[in-house]
T-cell receptor, first 113, second 113 residues
């Protein structure tokens, strides 16, 4: 069945360093890849997304890259801050806005001050 | 924040009892979803709705039913709760295909004893 693998499951970085989270998807028809951030006791919140016709997208300190050939996509956070500490989920979908989000298992990021 | 309210936020129930969780939105969005979140599994889709009285199954639908009689309300029912249904349940909403972001509620923590 369709699957999204996410690594690592936990990640600790020093404040100011970069963090990279990687995902691999199995459904070659996937064409929309959102990233969600979940803070303790809250629901996931979209932080950035990318469509299959784009290789990279940036939003301030956050960037996402997509390699459709390898079916890999990654989240890059630069100049990490303590408030970046959270659980991050990647997801893959065949169509934006529809139900078919297959989520990764999550990465707990800790930014050490 | 998107107008999504889940109720109750916490519930403890006994095995074999029926339980209904409610999701209420004020965004007039077409799509509504119920996910469950468990350690090591990320978020998994239970059921979704693409309009009033239009619902379909997700990847983990066994033991759950849903109803949507109004645009703003999406109910998730556990007909006879089991310990394996102990989880955190999230409701999400999204608009039509041009609106890519899915907004999540705050979650309901359900414990079945």
């Amino acid at each position: 069945g369709e699957n999204v693998e996410q690594h690592p499951s936990t990640l600790s970085v020093q404040e100011g360093d970069s963090a990279v989270i990687k995902c691999t998807y199995s459904d070659s028809a996937s064409n929309y890849f959102p990233w969600y951030k979940q803070e303790l006791g809250k629901g996931p919140q979209l932080i950035i997304d990318i469509r299959s016709n784009v290789g990279e997208k940036k939003d301030q300190r956050i960037a996402v890259t997509l390699n459709k050939t390898a079916k890999h996509f990654s989240l890059h956070i630069t100049e990490t801050q303590p408030e970046d500490s959270a659980v991050y989920f990647c997801a893959a979908s065949r169509e934006p806005g529809t139900y078919k989000y297959i989520f990764g298992t999550g990465t707990r990021l800790k930014v050490l001050a | 924040d998107a107008g999504i309210t889940q109720s109750p936020r916490h519930k403890v129930t006994e095995t074999g009892t029926p339980v209904t969780l409610r999701c209420h939105q004020t965004e007039n969005h077409r799509y509504m979803y119920w996910y469950r979140q468990d350690p090591g599994h990320g978020l998994r889709l239970i059921h979704y709705s693409y309009g009033v009285k239009d619902t379909d199954k997700g990847e983990v639908s066994d033991g759950y039913s849903v109803s949507r009689s109004k645009t703003e309300d999406f109910l998730l029912t556990l007909e006879s709760a089991t310990s394996s249904q102990t989880s955190v349940y999230f409701c999400a909403i999204s608009g039509d295909r041009l609106n890519t972001e899915a907004f999540f509620g705050q979650g309901t923590r359900l414990t079945v004893v």
